[in-house]
């Protein structure tokens, strides 16, 4: 008997099939143990020694593969393949050893294949190796790494910058670029421009012919800077005749892409698809597992010589001899530090068409995604012919010449596959596709019309995730494994936000990148950390001893890191106040003192920091309370705008004034100008535009808590009212929240009294039932979709799923639930048991006095410890 190892289970049932009787094949479920979250778990007093801790779920998994090595005489390591597979593999053989479960007699083989097909893992059979140590040891030096840069900045950043979550050594760099990025769009100035454009017409057909030069000059884009040159230039060309001076037709190609690695399989799902990088990997797992893809992490573009045959089978079948280029496509890898262990991303049988498979919404997209790119990359270059038309516009005493651009596609070639013109991050297209008409020099277009228009140049695009993980694998930052992580762990930290596509720096973000720029800068420079992972790859080569790299690295941060411990939070502030001062201190018009305060307008406007993070307050505390965010000083208003002090108008109950004001949490409305707790608040909801508020509203707000009525079974009063978390209504102490804002203004007594009952049921106790937001009918039993005290989840049977942050609860689909449970109970090792058929109620037995105890099954089941989450190489630390 061989005992094989795999990661998933998914994979090990596949695989048993695969090889028979003669093997018994395991799941590990990622990682079998990890370094402790806590200190002490890497020493580099001797000499970088790591404590690893098996997790209670994984010591099943060791126990199983232990118990089924007692009658084998081979065990066999399949674990991914690649450096977090072979690190996998390391990590259970140790174990193992520890446990002395390995007999003498057992030989220990390690196998790679890159896609779960019959033929692929029968190969990599034939072809077993030892474990690779150098990969291993890349592994362990990536882990310290990560750990010594997260245990010792993170304190530092708690201690200095109250608020602020962790630091990584990927993660703050990535911070940065996006924190960057907003900076240069803050900075940035706009210039006006004109565009000047002629709508001409010959034979019949209308085509548009842009303002090329003027007395000889070219015209550029910025050349027409104001609104009079170009109605100018409008009349002179209005008043002129036009003849068709050249005409250059130039025939061009456009080369399909290469196959898909793991970044650009993200940028493109996420352009495309609008999927988040982490979903598109948990689908990409799947498609692996059941054995559709090959491997879905790697940075090769380079696909085996039978992906190619194939791809070249298949297109010369459903497309043509005449789409097949002579010879097949080779691509080499463009990006910085790539590890080219295996193939690109593509079909393992590239004739399953994607609309011939049972697959749910989102793996039919993501198949077809990978399917036309594996196929359009050995397909022959789309063929177009470019025009370009030179018209001289005869003014006497001026040279005016305008110029028209066309193009058309002569031969489709890859661009058959997509049925219309593909555009992808990566297009470089600067010239329109217009299709010009049939155009001779000599020809004299007429005129319909000119249009001039006003511009302004843009400043730079905020990262979006698909391009902010192309310019990390540019600049050789992370792993392709590590991208989706990196990102989810910006946006758990609150140090991003995403709005719409684009990756906007929080507050908080933007202060950590100031603080890690000043007093940490070696370490969240990008050629510094694309230099360490270039030594990562030295070491997984051989080239380097894995733990004189992190001597090296060690000796350098310490004396970092001990430096700044020393610093006062104030002398911490200064330096972040002089950084961040264009930001949260911008010039005001009059040229005063944009620090100085506009309450009392003595004291000087300085960064804070309280329990919740960063604000901005006045010197003069506790005298002078004035406080503002940062993103209000940030807005361009002035401070004496963004502290809001504007009178809303008077109450007509009380007489009072109601003010509009901004404090250290954000704006709120005021009754009164009374100080201290006294003045009645209210805080302006979340969702609510604070400059359109009006002295309605605020009344609204100010009239909060509402009572509702009675509770017709205790005879208590219930109100609504706005707290921390939301709207709320409230009973005898006992909470439960409203959906909206608006509600809390118009809930009535029926719709309280049921809210309360439905928390009353549910609540969030061991045990309790959750009112369902969704249910669906399954044949294993009901799926319900709940909101839970840790966040929304996904129900059947004894099997709790969490829906991903991305998705709102009431959107979920049936496919994407059923794949969430079906994935949480690989996890966890339970199976969905089908539910049993429903008792007629006739049958439903006469009270009668209780039964003795009978039968054993009757006696309450040992609870089970709850599942870990599995560590995979997605799971970052920091």
Known sequence: MKVVVVESPAKAKTINKYLGSDY???????????????????RPDEDFAMSWEVDTASKKRIADIANALKG???????????????????????????????KKDVTVRRVLFNAITKDAILAAMQVPREIDMPLVDAYLARRALDY??????????????PGSRSAGRVQSVALRLVSDRESEIEKFKPDEYWSVEAKLAQAGKSFLARLLSVDGKKTDKLAIQNGENAAELKKLIEAGQFNVSAVDKKPTKRNPYAPFTTSSLQQDASSRLSLSPSRTMQIAQRLYEDGLITYMRTDAVQMAPEGIAMARSVIGKYFGEEYLPEKARIYQTKAKNAQEAHEAIRPTDMFKRPENLSLDADQAKLYGLIWRRTLASQMKSAEIDR????????????????????????????????????KSDEDTEDEDSRELPPLAVGDKPDLQAVDIEQHFTQPPSRYTEASLIKKMEELGIGRPS??????????????VRLEGKALHPEDRGRIVTAFLENFFNRYVEYGFTAGLEEQLDEISAGHLEYKQVLRDFWKDFTAATTEIKDLRVSEV???LNDALASRIFPPKEDGSDPRRCPTCGEGQLSLKLGKFGAFIGC?????????????????????????GDGVLGIDPESGEEVFLKTGRFGPYVQLGDAGGKDAKRS?????????????????????????????????LPITAGLGRYGPFILCDGKYANLPDVEEVFTVGLNRAVDLLAQKAAGGFKRGGTVAAIQTFEHDNGPITVRAGRYGPYVNQGKINATIPKDIQPEAVTLEQAVEWIAARAEATGKKVKKAPAKKAAAKKPAAKKAPAKTAAAKKPAAKKAPAKKTVSDEDVPF
Request: overall charge negative; aromatic content about 6%.
């Open 619 to 643: 010197s003069n505390y506790p005298e002078c309370k004035h406080t503002m965010q940062l993103s209000d000083a940030a807005s361009g208003q002035s401070p004496e705008a963004a502290a």
């Open 482 to 495: 590590t991208y989706a992580a990196t990102l989810t762990t910006l946006k758990d930290r609150d140090y």
């Open 387 to 422: 025009t370009t038309v030179d018209i001289a516009v005869n003014v006497p005493g001026r040279a005016v010449e305008l110029r028209a651009v066309g193009s058309v596609v002569s031969f489709p070639g890859f661009l058959k596959l997509y049925g219309v013109e593909v």
């Open 24 to 42: 018994h094949v395991l799941a590990s479920f990622g990682h079998v143990r990890d370094l402790p979250a806590k200190d002490g778990s890497v």
């Open 72 to 102: 084998a005489d081979e065990l066999i390591l399949a674990t991914d393949p690649d450096r977090e597979g072979e690190a996998i593999s390391w990590h259970v053989l140790d174990v193992l050893r520890q446990k002395k479960a390995i």
């Open 573 to 575: 502030l200064d330096v």
């Open 148 to 161: 010594l840069v997260g245990f010792t900045l993170s304190p530092i950043l708690w201690r200095k910058l």
């Open 683 to 715: 805080s302006i909801p979340k969702g609510w535009d604070a400059a359109a508020t009006t002295l309605e509203s605020a009344l609204k707000l100010l009239s909060l808590p509402r009572d509702v009525g009675l509770h017709p079974e205790s005879g």
